[in-house]
């Protein structure tokens, strides 16, 4: 789960994490009066979408008064924003936020995230603040440092000191590095981030560490520990798609193909999507419809699935482990039947009770192609796209 910059900003407070006074503007008004509030030369008007790379897309914008905050937010407000991290279609403004601008003397880049690899908690930082991290990561991997932190020993100060000492930071400037750095670590921790990003960390010209920006992403697994996490959430900057499968329990992601797939368990899904690319094809999303999958759930995750005006096929394919493959044809049959399924429908079912599911299937007298191995599955559902083409 994300969240907005003002909201993350407000948690870094809670942990003593320094950050810019500012306040949310929903109208150009209300902008008006908060820069009034601030009473600095300078605000900043920013767009509040689940997206980085907001400045070079117009949505980040000064102003040296509260008459040019009221217009910079009315320039913000209801555009469609699109960056690199923005669906095709970008993200509609509704909100900005309205931030007391900082003198800066340099800008820094700092995260904080568990590497899998390494199975450590790891803390990023780079001298090279306020660009894409992932092209100083590809052209100056040099200036990528990283630390990390064993969970059962937790983060030492010591380990914060070296890292800033890395940064170039004087001895002063690393005093003030540990307990920014430790409450970054600590709201982590406590609140059950998978990220903490901070892009730019700022060092102003009076000396202090600021959060510039703020990007917060929960696990959603521990959010039921965090209703007050939870709450933060924001329906509009979600994919309708993806929120409506969380409301009948179904792992869903969309994506930009034309291949929709219901498949159970989440390494069969993404052995099936890289197959459909194998073969030439785009899957529409990523659907998980779990072990227990029943005949309500299939029906559920088809509706879900021709939901997405630019699905041309549907591919199901299914590991009869806990689930039965004979329930599983009960249901894409009520659903192919029930929902008046228009598109090429390939079936692969291999596992428990998978011969009585294939007679199934076959006796339905719907238009449905079987399918034996996972090869066979994804090379129909290309050639049922093409030959719909």
Same mark, same amino acid.
């Given at each position: ?64 008064? #509260? ?21 095709? !279609? ?13 003198? /800066? ?26 660009? !894409? /991290? ?62 903490? !990003?901070? =892009? ?26 965090? #209703?007050?996490?939870? !709450?933060?959430?924001? #329906? ?91 329930? /599983? ?33 076959? =006796?339905?007298?719907?238009? /449905?192609? #079987? ?19």
């Amino acid at each position: 789960m994300n969240v907005h910059e003002y909201q993350a900003k407000a948690l870094f407070r809670e942990f003593g994490v320094a950050v810019p006074d500012g306040e949310l503007a929903t109208t150009p008004e209300e902008a008006e009066r908060a820069a009034k509030n601030l009473a600095t030369k300078i605000v900043v008007v920013k767009a509040q979408v689940h997206a980085g790379g907001r400045g070079k897309a117009g949505g980040v914008k000064l102003a040296k008064s #509260p008459a040019e905050a009221k217009k910079a937010a009315s320039e913000i407000l209801g555009m469609t924003l699109h960056t690199p991290q923005t669906p095709p !279609e970008g993200k509609l403004v509704r909100k900005v936020y309205v931030e007391a601008g900082s003198d /800066i003397a340099k800008e820094y880049y700092f995260a904080i995230l568990f590497d899998r690899s390494a199975e450590k908690f790891a803390l990023v930082a780079s001298t090279e603040g306020g660009m !894409e /991290i992932e092209v100083v990561a590809e052209k100056s991997p040099d200036k990528i440092l990283t630390t990390f932190v064993d969970a059962n020993v937790g983060l030492r100060d010591y380990q914060i000191r070296d890292l800033g000492f890395r940064l170039g930071f004087d001895g002063d400037l690393v005093k003030k590095f540990v307990p920014f750095v430790r409450g970054l670590f600590d709201l982590y921790m406590t609140k059950d981030c998978s990220q903490v !990003e901070i =892009n730019p960390l700022v060092l102003t010209e009076q000396g202090d560490l600021l959060a510039l920006d703020g990007k917060l992403n929960f696990d959603d697994n521990a959010l039921y520990r965090h #209703p007050e996490i939870a !709450e933060l959430r924001d #329906p509009d900057e979600e994919d309708p798609r993806e929120r409506a499968a969380k409301e009948i329990d179904l792992a869903y992601v969309g994506l930009d193909g034309n291949i929709g797939c219901m498949v159970n368990g989440a390494g069969l899904a993404m052995a099936t999507l890289d197959m459909i690319h194998y073969c030439g094809g785009k899957p529409a999303n990523f659907l998980d419809a779990g072990g227990g999958a029943d005949k309500e759930k299939v029906k559920a995750a088809f509706k879900l699935i021709l939901g997405d005006e630019n699905v041309e096929a549907i591919l199901v394919n299914i590991f009869g482990g806990i689930v039965r493959c004979d329930l /599983i044809a009960e249901g894409v049959v009520a659903a192919a039947a029930d929902l008046g399924v228009g598109v090429p429908l390939v079936v692969r079912l291999q596992g428990t009770k998978a011969p009585e599911g294939r007679e199934i299937l076959a =006796n339905s007298g719907l238009d /449905i192609t #079987p399918a034996e191995t996972l090869k066979d599955a994804g090379e129909l559902a290309v050639a049922a796209v093409k030959g719909a083409a």
